[in-house]
């Protein structure tokens, strides 16, 4: 890494005395300390002690058994003492595995070996440095690199004890990584290697992220980026700027896209399904959810598409952080903006059964039922006259069954929903509402023969858009319906049946919608015998 390489040798010639020469290769600055002499510092620091001679010639020390407390000494990396040192695992969520094999918190992660995270899992990995790396859901990544310095305990950058200097390496082999850093002394450069690119930073938080074999994008948070394409010049990315790197192309860098607004999203879910909406976002956006406000325990991470809504499944009740970014056209990433939310949605709402959903009935008792929860010792129901539940008009708090009668109800439109409690008090959040119709019951019906005995008038309450249906049957049971006639209004005539005797009538409307309603209470006519035969008779039985 060449610019990175020059940066660095650039730096540690500033803090050269005027007469030292310019070196070429990555350094360290030692100061040295009362009692020091050159071969005995040989003895500890250097892989050889007779390359004393060589760091004499280096900082062209005139005397070399005479070095002075408080002087710097300019040591190559090739010639100080290194042993490869593990990183450690502060955090493993989910599935966590090193070369293959579970790892759990606490767990060292060598040089050579791979740390990988599974979908709905993340890990922070901690290097010598104090530098943090969090390794994001479906990510792969491997030290290949990580090697300390034994240069004397002391205090390091920001008053934190150092117990030596390191130089660290990371390959990211899938998915995706964000790095914080340290702004401790270091060997050289924190580096993240990709099949496209070279990054390294010696203070501040970035990410890098692989897309697919052939590109690699990264944002600088924070800080400054050295970052080196394969093949082609290199770049310093300012903090609030990305690139994308391709093998053999001058990397163009751009300003990263500013935070979304999430003023929309709720603080509460009640449902298992968290879904997520950015209504007149034109950007496709990334979505994180983590189990802490730092992002370090990440347990999903999806990209959404312009306009489409983020689905997000199996996460546990309680309290959890979200993260969303823009990703501009040529997949750069933007600045976060952070939403906490609680998810409460256990014990889950049982489904309604009974009424059907938009159900019609006529007005009296309603039967209501919902399927049983294996969770719930018992259940909350309110049934109100509007969808907002504000106007209840009856409440139960601890049903032990699935089932409940709401009593007889004036007609109107009803809403109805059902809750689950688990033993304890333990109270899941409302199901959806339901909706059914309570219709008016028809009036019993008036009229009989008139009063000349010659027709057979009925009359009812009825609206004018309903259409109607009326019975008239020799028998209580309708088995024998002597008159079957569809109306347009709410009373009918016919003249009286020839057949003396007792008739039963009965009507029902059918309303616009299709509702039918039930019958109508049964009236009784009594048909009497026409005894004007009778009467005309009368002569000829006078006369027997």
């Excluded at 990544?141 to 390191?166: C, I, K, N, W």
């Amino acid at each position: 890494m060449k610019a990175a390489l020059a940066l660095l040798a650039g730096a540690a010639l500033a803090g050269m005395a005027a007469a030292a020469p310019a070196i070429t290769e990555p350094v360290l600055d030692y100061t040295v300390v009362a009692g020091d002499t050159l071969i005995g510092r040989g003895n500890t620091l250097l892989r050889s002690p007779a390359a004393w001679r060589e760091v004499a010639r280096l900082n062209r020390l005139a005397n070399p058994n005479l070095i002075l407390p408080g002087q710097r000494l300019r040591i190559p990396l090739r010639l100080l003492r290194a042993e490869p040192a593990p990183a450690r695992l502060a955090s493993a969520e989910g599935d966590i595995r090193i070369d293959g094999l579970p790892a759990a918190a606490g767990a060292a992660l060598a040089p050579g070996q791979r740390l990988s995270a599974a979908e709905r899992s993340s890990a922070v990995l901690v290097l010598g440095d104090a530098s943090r790396v969090v390794l994001a859901p479906g990510s792969e990544t491997q030290l290949t690199e990580h090697q300390r310095y034994a240069v004397a305990p002391g205090p390091g950058a920001m008053g934190q004890q150092s117990d030596g200097v390191f130089a660290s390496t990371m390959r990211l082999v899938r998915g995706g990584i964000e790095v914080l850093a340290s702004k401790l002394a270091r060997a050289k450069p924190l580096e993240v290697t990709t099949p496209t690119a070279v990054i390294g930073v010696r203070g501040t938080r970035y990410r890098v992220r692989l897309d697919g074999d052939t590109a690699t994008g990264t944002e600088v948070l924070a800080g400054t980026v050295q970052a080196d394409p394969v093949g082609a010049p290199g770049v310093a990315i300012p903090g609030g700027h990305g690139a994308r790197l391709l093998a053999g192309v001058l990397p163009k860098v751009v300003a990263l896209p500013a935070a979304p607004d999430v003023g929309g999203i709720p603080a509460r879910f009640e449902r298992p399904l968290v879904r997520l909406a950015l209504p007149g976002e034109p950007s496709a956006w990334r979505v994180q959810v983590a189990a802490d406000p730092s992002f370090e325990r990440v347990v999903r991470d999806e990209r959404v598409g312009a306009g489409a809504e983020a689905r997000i499944a199996g996460l546990d009740d309680g309290a959890w952080h979200l993260r969303v970014r823009r990703i501009d056209a040529q997949g750069i990433e933007g600045f976060d903006a952070r939403h906490a939310f609680t998810l409460k949605a256990r014990p889950e709402p049982p489904a309604l059964s009974a009424p059907p959903a938009r159900a019609k009935l006529a007005a009296g008792p309603v039967d209501l039922a919902w399927a049983a929860n294996l969770e719930a010792a018992s259940y909350r129901v309110e049934v109100a006259q509007d969808a907002g539940f504000r106007h209840i008009v009856q409440r139960w708090s601890d049903l032990p069954v699935p089932r409940a009668t709401l009593p007889a109800a004036e007609p109107g439109s009803y809403h109805w929903r059902v809750a689950s409690v688990r033993a304890g008090g333990d109270a899941g959040p409302w199901g959806d509402g339901q909706h059914f119709e309570l219709r008016p019951v028809p009036t019993p019906p008036q009229g009989g023969v008139s009063a000349d005995g010659k027709q057979v008038e009925l009359r009812w309450e009825g609206r004018a858009e309903d259409k109607q249906q009326v019975e008239l049957a020799r028998d209580a049971a309708f088995t024998d319906v002597v008159a079957r006639v569809d109306l347009g209004e709410a009373r009918w005539a016919q003249p009286t049946p020839a057949q003396p005797g007792r008739y039963f009538f009965r009507y029902r409307a059918i309303e616009p919608d299709g509702f039918t309603t039930p019958w109508s209470s049964t009236l009784a006519i009594e048909v009497p015998r026409d005894w004007r035969v009778l009467w005309l008779l009368a002569p000829f039985l006078l006369a027997l």
